[in-house]
Nanobody, 122 residues
């Protein structure tokens, strides 16, 4: 059974940093591209970052470029999101997903974890 377990969220002041982790199971992790999404209160889920199965390529939504870094450890079935220079507008529940990256689109699995809440506030 496919499972995603996100962790690492919390309350942080503007300008601070957090490192999110997502450990996956139930599929061949190293064969899949991985992504991070976020959903802010009252808004639709948004694709934030993508990393290829080997970790060789990454892609970010414009609002986080230069501040967030996605990485993965295939030996640990884990994908990470390092978030620096956090802003109040980064406040959201963050989720990871597995799938395939084609062009500007990510085709993910129909499974979601519980997510991890990131709150950026002074």
């Amino acid at each position: 059974q496919v499972q995603f377990v996100e962790s690492g969220g919390g309350l942080v002041q503007p300008g601070g940093s957090l490192r999110l982790s997502c450990t996956a199971s139930g599929f061949s992790f190293s064969h899949y591209d991985m992504s991070w999404y976020r959903q802010a209160p009252g808004k639709e889920r948004e694709l934030v970052a993508i990393i290829t199965s080997t970790g060789g390529s990454t892609k970010y939504t414009d609002s986080v470029k230069g501040r967030f870094t996605i990485s993965r450890d295939n030996a640990k079935n884990t994908v990470y999101l390092q978030m620096n220079s956090l802003k109040p507008e980064d406040t959201a529940v963050y989720y990871c997903n597995a799938g395939s990256w084609y062009g500007k689109d990510f085709y993910g699995m129909d499974y979601w974890g519980k997510g991890t809440l990131v709150s950026v506030s002074s």
